[in-house]
């Protein structure tokens, strides 16, 4: 996060499917046979050769926050990219470039000590002082804000100016993924006195954010829209938008997404629904392009007193997922099964190490006879697993689905619960609105390219860890692999971290998906990997000719 980042959605009618009909279900247009089995991923677009006027760019959701601490979800982080700074940048090959601080060092193994650049102006026209970054990091140490960033923290000790345009990080343990989450959400950067003005209105629709990014805020109409403006006075010259503003409209129907693209309403979107793909495959209004992704699709485990509790039961029901079924179904194909919680688009190093680890891993669908075997030594328990999904994202019906059609086929009693898209939303943020519900659904992005990433959220006491799972040896080894500065090492920890968290199942692996992008006709420059939640995209995107 770094914050990774989840995706939520609205409701749409459930239909039960069998494993081997799972395609025909209702509800994915275009998906098993009539979608590609393969999409074609695309590496990169020519860049653009000039500039265009305001752009049209579909939202799935309203975000409920633009103060940089509580963005968690992706329409938030979308529009942040483009606003917001951060410390360093992630470009969309992955590599780490600067951004608001020009340089770093790493003087101890507990210091971190950043150089700012010189010459830069908040939207609202003040320079970005030293004492600024320094109160916009301090935020997420703050307990009472209630930070989604706070595992980042976790091993700060504290956050000082130290100079003009110096700021000091010391940390109470060796962690080395701290610098690399300095270009995530967590590293973002807002005017001091603007932030303090605004109060509790802070990144809310009466109070807005005072940030360095190409585009600043320009209105957030409630309910229906948020338009950002090109910053004619960005600091980096070289990489001015070409696009003059961007209106982000909120569209939760899916199929009223598809039809804005297919009209020629909208400019673009990320996040296009699986049951557009076959007709804006086609379509003489634009082009659907697929990049790779270090996202992750999970069953997340919320409650371990309820009828999860037995490891034996959250392993048969696991294994009795028809997940190829889910891919060709839910996303026409535009996915990879996965074995771990963490995909292979996390690895950012030690590649070798890595993959060979992930492929000794079994393999996650298993023999429904085996499945049985579980159920009946563990017991079946009386009361039902309770599941919750909601459907602005047209995959998350069908995937609840075959989890019930899959827990029922080994002899569990399954329920879903159908929540609209804020109810949904409620669940990551508050206790008690997961209160009686067993598993939830998530897409996870790891902002950079570190299985650790995703791991620190199933550690013992982590905002995160929904069902409050702890295993002290999980815990060390993450903590061991984050303070690592050799790569081999922090790989061989990884190995076995996550050879544990596959066998307890907290976070179900389903699969990694491919990262969908649509531009009309005449566009182009936007980046294709999964880099839109940290990088400022809109400015990449101007005229084809």
Not at 8 to 33: D, Q, R, Y
Not at 203 to 219: E, H, I, M
Not at 461 to 488: C, P, V, Y
């Amino acid at each position: 996060m770094p914050r990774i980042t989840k995706r939520t959605t609205v409701l749409v009618a459930l239909t039960t499917c069998t494993a081997l009909g799972l395609s025909a279900c209702g509800g994915v247009e275009g998906a098993g046979k009539t979608g590609p089995s393969t999409p074609k991923l695309t590496e990169s677009l020519p860049a653009a050769k000039g500039d265009v006027g305001a752009l049209r760019w579909a939202l799935y959701a309203e975000p409920s926050s633009l103060d940089p601490i509580y963005s968690n979800d992706f329409p938030p982080m979308e529009v942040l990219a483009n606003v917001c700074e951060s410390l360093l940048k992630i470009n969309p090959d992955f590599s780490f470039q600067p951004s608001l601080a020009a340089s770093w060092t790493n003087p101890s193994p507990l210091t971190w000590v950043y150089q700012l650049r010189d010459g830069v102006t908040f939207h609202s026209g003040a320079k970005m002082t030293a004492e600024d970054v320094a109160y916009s990091l301090g935020r997420n140490l703050d307990k009472s804000l209630g930070s989604y960033h706070d595992a980042v923290y976790k091993n700060v000790d504290s956050i000082k100016a130290t100079g003009t345009r110096e700021i000091t990080v010391r940390l109470k343990q060796p962690d080395a993924q701290f610098n690399q989450a300095m270009a995530t959400p967590a590293g973002r950067v807002l005017n001091k006195a603007a932030s303090q003005k605004a109060g509790k209105t802070l990144g809310r629709p009466d109070g807005g954010v005072d940030c360095t990014g190409p585009f600043k805020l320009a209105d957030w109409s409630a309910g229906k829209s948020i338009t950002i403006d090109r910053f004619d006075a960005y600091w980096d010259t070289a990489r001015k938008a070409k696009a003059s503003a961007v209106e982000f409209e909120f569209i939760r129907d899916p199929a009223a997404r598809t039809t804005a693209m297919l009209s020629g309403e909208l400019d673009g979107s990320w996040f296009v629904p699986a049951s557009g793909y076959a007709k804006l495959l086609t379509s003489d209004k634009g082009s659907l392009y697929f990049g790779r992704t270090s996202g992750s699709y999970v069953g997340m485990v919320t409650d371990l007193k309820g009828p999860l509790a037995d490891v034996k039961i959250r392993k048969a029901l696991s294994m009795a997922i028809d997940r190829k079924g889910i891919i060709s179904a839910a996303v026409s194909g535009a996915a990879e099964t996965l074995k771990a919680p963490t995909a292979p688009g996390t690895w950012g190093y030690a590649q070798k190490e890595l993959k060979a680890a992930y492929d000794a891993l079994p393999d996650p669908n298993g023999s429904l006879d085996e499945a049985k075997k579980l159920v009946k030594e563990a017991g079946a328990p009386s009361k039902p697993i309770t599941i919750a999904v909601t459907g602005s994202q047209s995959e998350m019906p069908i995937i609840g689905t075959e989890v019930k059609r899959a827990g029922e086929s080994v002899g569990l009693k399954v329920n879903i619960k159908t929540l609209p898209a804020d109810n949904y939303n409620a669940l990551y943020s508050d206790a008690k609105a997961r209160e009686g519900i067993d598993m939830l659904f998530s897409l996870w992005q790891a902002d950079y390219p570190d299985p650790t990433a995703l791991y620190q959220y199933l550690q013992t006491g982590d905002t995160f860890n929904f069902a409050q799972w702890s295993d002290r040896t999980f815990d060390r080894l993450i903590n061991e692999a984050k303070s690592a500065a050799d790569t081999s090492k922090r790989a061989k920890l990884i190995a076995e971290a996550q050879q544990i968290a596959v066998d307890q199942g907290i976070w179900m692996p389903l699969y990694t998906p491919f990262n969908p992008v649509f531009l009309k006709k005449g566009l182009t420059g936007a980046p294709i990997s999964s880099v839109q939640l940290t990088y400022p995209w809109a400015a990449d995107i101007g005229s084809a000719k």
